[in-house]
């Protein structure tokens, strides 16, 4: 079964500029977990999507937002983008989002703001 | 607020040797799940152990085990007969039940395997 998938691998935008990153679930999961990860900050969870409906979301600015399609795949988009938000952008995707399901994660996307 | 703290930055140990890396958490629910993954320098994060918090007996994969203290709500994580693969950045990571998509991870510990 092929695992999750991040498109890009690498971006480099500039300040000011909208970014969209994409993540593929693996085959039959139905949650998708979006998390940032930056030297200073750590992990952090942005958001999770389950049956293209947001169910949780983190302590993040409206600048970030996300959505999921009716195939589980699940789009993040960052809006006018500050030198702050360079970070790995790691994806996880899990069964059903329960509290027992393992999430499995992307290779991630990492993001560079000029 | 839920946190996950490790207070070990980094660490070494000999290639075959055993080492423990620890893990607290803070938390006022009863129903949880606690991880172990792993980030080896590729960065892809692989999923090394899990326990659920109701569960007593401590989780063991191959060379991989925990020591899960719930009253000290302690969860730290023991590598026997360390092998130079094991060498990534280790982080444990919290789940509740009322919030099961979100994963609260801990600063993490860089953990070196040396020859």
């Known amino acids: 079964k092929a695992g999750v998938t991040q498109t890009p691998r690498y971006l480099i935008k500039t300040r000011g500029q909208q970014v969209t990153l994409s993540c593929s679930p693996i085959s039959g999961h139905r949650s998708v977990s979006w998390y940032q990860q930056t030297p200073g900050q750590g992990l952090q969870f942005l958001f999770e999507y389950f049956s293209e409906t947001q169910r949780n979301k983190g302590n993040f600015p409206g600048r970030f937002s996300g959505r999921q399609f009716s195939n589980s795949r699940s789009e993040m988009n960052v809006s006018t983008l500050e030198l702050g938000d360079s970070a790995l952008y790691l994806c996880a995707s899990s069964l059903a989002g329960l509290i027992g399901d393992t999430q499995y994660f992307g290779p991630g996307t990492r993001l560079t703001v000029l | 607020a839920q946190t996950v703290t490790q207070s070990q930055p980094e660490m070494s140990v000999q290639e075959a040797e055993t080492v423990t890396l620890s893990c607290t958490y803070d938390t ?77 991870f801990g600063q993490g510990t860089t953990l070196q395997v040396k020859p």
């Open chain 2, 28 to 104: 006022s629910e009863n129903n949880y799940y606690l991880f172990w993954y792993k980030q080896p320098p590729s960065r892809q994060m692989i999923l090394v152990i899990r326990q659920e918090a109701y569960k007593q007996q401590n989780a063991t994969e191959n060379r991989f085990s925990v020591n899960f203290q719930k009253a000290a709500k302690s969860f730290s994580l023991k590598i026997s007969d360390s092998q130079l693969g094991d060498t990534a950045m280790y982080f444990c990571a919290f789940v509740r039940v009322s919030n099961t998509g979100k994963l609260i």
